[in-house]
């Protein structure tokens, strides 16, 4: 198993260009979700999927959009980048329907916005 | 709502000493979770542990042991005889059945452990 995987694990944009963050994941697991990771802030949930279908916003949606076509892939998607979404991302997945579910991270993805 | 508060933002100790990490939670949900992970300089993310509300006994893992009491809505990491390569951010996380599988993390406590 790879577990979850994220591409790239740097990037960066200059503003006003868009892109799209990877992330996959190999243990048939129903929830995944994105996080964004700042300095002092913890992580702090962008949007998230409870399966193939169904997206929903987290903490901090705006300026970002996500769609879930299969159980494996959730991509995530800046629209039009700003220096404020300089960060950290990780996205994350579980077993969903079993409260408490330990959720796997992927490694990461280093995004500046110039 | 849910909001976890991790009051230390960083922590230095000399190696060999005991260090505890704070976490008090606040939730409206009967049935949660709390959880905590460690993210070492490397940067990802490695789970520690996740305790029910349904069971707060203590917890003991080898140097790592964790404090769960619902009567002040507490949830404490200690770290027995700290190590360098103890050294990395922990954050303690929350999630409840109200939350739709939402998990809510405290901004973190950075440890350094020094020889």
């Known amino acids: 198993n790879a577990g979850v995987t994220q591409t790239p694990k740097f990037q960066v944009l200059k503003t006003g260009q868009s892109m799209t963050l990877q992330c996959a994941q190999d243990?048939?697991?129903?929830?995944m979700s994105w996080y964004r990771q700042d300095p002092g802030m913890g992580l702090r949930l962008i949007h998230y999927?409870?399966?193939?279908?169904?997206?929903d916003q987290g903490e901090v949606p705006n300026g970002y959009n996500v769609s879930r076509s299969t159980t494996e892939d959730f991509p995530l998607r800046l629209l039009s980048a700003a220096p404020s979404q300089t960060s950290v991302y990780f996205c994350a997945s579980s077993y969903s329907g079993i409260l408490g579910g330990e959720q796997y991270f992927g490694p990461g993805t280093r995004l500046t916005v110039t | 709502a849910q909001k976890v508060t991790q009051a230390q933002t960083e922590i230095s100790v000399v190696e060999k000493e005991d260090v505890t990490l704070d976490c008090v939670y606040e939730t409206r949900d009967t049935t949660y979770y709390l959880f905590w992970y460690k993210q070492p300089p490397s940067g990802e993310l490695v789970f520690l542990i996740r305790r029910n509300s349904f069971d707060e006994q203590n917890e003991i893992s080898g140097r790592y042991s964790w404090n769960f009491q619902k009567s002040t809505s507490s949830f404490n990491f200690t770290i027995t005889a700290s190590q360098v390569v103890d050294s990395a951010v922990y954050f303690c996380?929350?999630?409840?059945?109200?939350?739709?599988?939402?998990?809510?993390f405290g901004k973190g406590t950075l440890l350094t452990v020094n020889p």
């Open positions: 999927s409870v399966g193939a279908g169904i997206t």
């Open positions: 996380a929350l999630t409840g059945r109200g939350s739709n599988y939402k998990l809510t």
């Open positions: 243990m048939n697991h129903e929830y």
